[in-house]
Structure formats: structure tokens, C-alpha cells
């Protein structure tokens, strides 16, 4: 097949190998669309109709009113806070995401989190990487189980509603609250009877510093906090004031690596990670094959699948 169509790949994630870059640009030709990649500053974007984009490149006003053949931009991640989508709407042009590539990691690594959290695993393995035998301080450590918690769930997307389907599965009860959807609580309502609440919102004007030392207060004692969505949507240095906590675990940073992560892994019962709770092996294979996907269904005239 004659390619028909010009696409360019801006941008490589770390963990996408050069394996998975073919498979992505083997998938395109398939369709009948010529794409090359590159990681410039200021890609060549004459006669591109399609952008494929990671999460450093920002697709902004500039870039958007500056290139009149763009008609798709694809972002290989489920966040989309680095593309102007009001340009984006007024220029006609078609965005979408792809969260099914990470959706199931980051619904584990919550889970994980908020395991190691209400069980005081990470207290307990530090105690025994000092030597201290800890059983006898069990009774004090308030630990409990996931059957009959109240998980709140900030968000309810792709990622959120599959997390929710699995909380319920072990046993919680579920609160959620998003203002796109129909059908939750309230934002105030969801922190203050949850036992954990786990943020799985995209970052906007909206949900910028949305846990700050309001929204904090409204939370149980002992209750606890699991961000795997963006960073800038917690007020870290509320959080770290907020000793009413049982513990939080925290995959994202407003600034990424944070200066003072450190102090912050050694804050009482807490889980840090370095933005990995969508990671996994085959990440950049399942990227390539939702991209792939999705400009399959654009020029067929389908519904996007995850469109913005």
C-alpha cells in the first residue's frame, strides 16, 4: 500500500525500546501511513496530518496554529495536561490518549500501595532492616484489612473504573467522585468517609492542588492517601503537614525528581515510587498497538476509542 498519509513520532519514552518503535511504525504503514520519528525541539512539522506525541512534548497553542495540515494528535500517555485541547477544539483538530496500555499497572501499584499501608508492612520492614523483631508493637501499628473499607476513588475514567471493579472485588465498599460522570458523590463527601482515597483524575485548571490542607482536613484520623495520577494535583507540602494521616504512597511529584526525596521516603508509613505505577514489561509494545488502533479507527471514519 502507497502510504497516503504523513505522521510523525515526536518523542521516546524510556522504557519504549527500538522493538517497539518498529512495531508502531510497521503498524502505521500498514494503514497506509508514512511515519518518521523525532525527539528535536522543534520538529519539522510540514505536512504532518498526524502527531504521536509522549508526555514531555508540549503541543501548544504555537505549535498547533503553526501547523495547518495537523488533523490527529495521538499521546502515547493516559495523562494530556502537556496539549492546548482548547486550540485543539477550535482548530478541528482530533485529540486522543491511550490509557489501556498502562491502565492495569496503575490499578496494581495502587493496590500495592495502599496494601503495604494498611497492613504497616513498610514499618514493620524497617524495623526489621534495624535489627527489631517487631511483633510485639502489632497492637499499635493499626492495621487492617481491605474487606470493609471505604476506598474513595477521585476520578472515574478508564483507570478509575477499573479500579473500583477491583476494590469491590476484595471486598471494599466504593465512593467516587467525578464531575464528568453522573452518578457519584461529592468531592467533600468521598474524603471524608473514605478509610483510603486514591486519585486517578487527570491534572487541570480544576484539579491543580485539589489535596490541599482543606481537602486534607476532611479526612478520617488514620486514613490514608494514594496518588498514581499527577503530581500537581496534591499540595505536597500540605500532605507532609497533615499528621492526622495513617500513611500515603505517592508514585507522582509536582517537580519530578522531587529535591527532598529523601525526607519525604522517610516520612512515617509512607510508599514512594519514581512515577512507575504504569510500568511493565511489554509497556512500549501495548503503546505501539493503541496507537496503532487509534489511527486505524480515525481513517476509518470510526469513534476514537479514548478520545479528548
Not at 520519528?37 to 498526524?50: F, K, R, W, Y
Request: hydrophobic residues 45%.
Amino acid at each position: 500500500m502507497t502510504p497516503v498519509v504523513r505522521a510523525l513520532r515526536w518523542g521516546r519514552s524510556e522504557y519504549e525500546t527500538a522493538a517497539d518503535i518498529e512495531m508502531e511504525m510497521s503498524g502505521l504503514s500498514s494503514l497506509g501511513v508514512a511515519c518518521i520519528c523525532s525527539g528535536a525541539e522543534h520538529p519539522v512539522l510540514d505536512g504532518v496530518e498526524i502527531l504521536i506525541v509522549t508526555s514531555k512534548m508540549r503541543v501548544d497553542k504555537d505549535l498547533l496554529e503553526s501547523t495547518p495540515s495537523l488533523r490527529l494528535v495521538i499521546t502515547t500517555t493516559s495523562g494530556f495536561d502537556h496539549i492546548d485541547l482548547v486550540t485543539a477544539k477550535r482548530l478541528g483538530v482530533y485529540v486522543c490518549r491511550s490509557p489501556l496500555a498502562r491502565r492495569d499497572a496503575v490499578v496494581e501499584s495502587t493496590i500495592a500501595m495502599a496494601t503495604t499501608l494498611i497492613r504497616a508492612q513498610g514499618e514493620l520492614h524497617r524495623l526489621s532492616s534495624a535489627g527489631s523483631w517487631g511483633r510485639d508493637t502489632l497492637p499499635t501499628q493499626s492495621i487492617r484489612l481491605i474487606r470493609g473499607s471505604i476506598v474513595g476513588i477521585v476520578g472515574m475514567g478508564v483507570i478509575g473504573r477499573a479500579a473500583k471493579a477491583t476494590w469491590e472485588a476484595l471486598g471494599a465498599s466504593v465512593v467516587w467522585c467525578d464531575p464528568e460522570v453522573d452518578g457519584g458523590a461529592s468531592f467533600d463527601e468521598v474524603m471524608a468517609a473514605s478509610d483510603i482515597v486514591s486519585l486517578h483524575c487527570s491534572l487541570s485548571e480544576s484539579s491543580e492542588g485539589l489535596i490541599d490542607s482543606r481537602s486534607l482536613s476532611l479526612m478520617k484520623p488514620g486514613a490514608i492517601l494514594i496518588n498514581t495520577a499527577r503530581g500537581g494535583c496534591v499540595d505536597l507540602a500540605a500532605l507532609l503537614r497533615a499528621d492526622h494521616l495513617g500513611g500515603f504512597g505517592l508514585d507522582v511529584f509536582p517537580i519530578e525528581p522531587p529535591q527532598d526525596l529523601a525526607a519525604i521516603a522517610l516520612t512515617r508509613n509512607t510508599v514512594i515510587t519514581p512515577h512507575s505505577a504504569g510500568f511493565h514489561v511489554g509497556l512500549g509494545a501495548c503503546v505501539a498497538a493503541e496507537v496503532v488502533e487509534s489511527v486505524r479507527c480515525w481513517l476509518s471514519n470510526e469513534p476514537l476509542p479514548h478520545p479528548l
